[in-house]
């Protein structure tokens, strides 16, 4: 169960223990939610939502946050009136060790094969 929302700024997310490698895959599974990921791991701090130019419309990039924040890869805040991600490295490397940063290396290499960045 994630954990409630004290106030309407307050967003729900998994608690370290609710977090399921099923829902990390399937988050990371996207290309777009991907790319957030190899950012927010880039600067290895918190970076707010209009950071990211996604080719992708305001709601849809709403979507691909919220994916982000329900399956536990991110946490979300509100700091004034910017909502504001950061990778949540520490509790996915305590569940799973290695897997983010394989993950991220494999995207980060693929990127390169591919001609992106």
Request: hydrophobic share 40%; with cysteine.
């Amino acid at each position: 169960m994630t954990s409630p929302a004290v106030n309407s700024r307050d967003l729900p997310h998994p608690t370290r223990e609710e977090i399921r490698l099923e829902g990390v895959l399937h988050a990371l599974s996207d290309p777009l939610r991907l790319q957030i990921a190899r950012e927010l791991a880039a600067v290895g701090d918190e970076l707010s939502c209009s950071h990211f130019d996604l080719p992708v419309t305001k709601s849809t990039t709403t979507h691909h946050f919220r994916v982000l924040r329900e399956s536990g890869v991110i946490q979300q805040v509100y700091r004034g009136t910017a909502k504001m991600n950061g990778l949540r490295k520490d509790d996915l490397d305590g569940l799973f060790p290695g897997l983010l940063d394989a993950l991220l290396d494999a995207a980060a290499r693929q990127a390169v094969r591919l001609g992106g960045a």
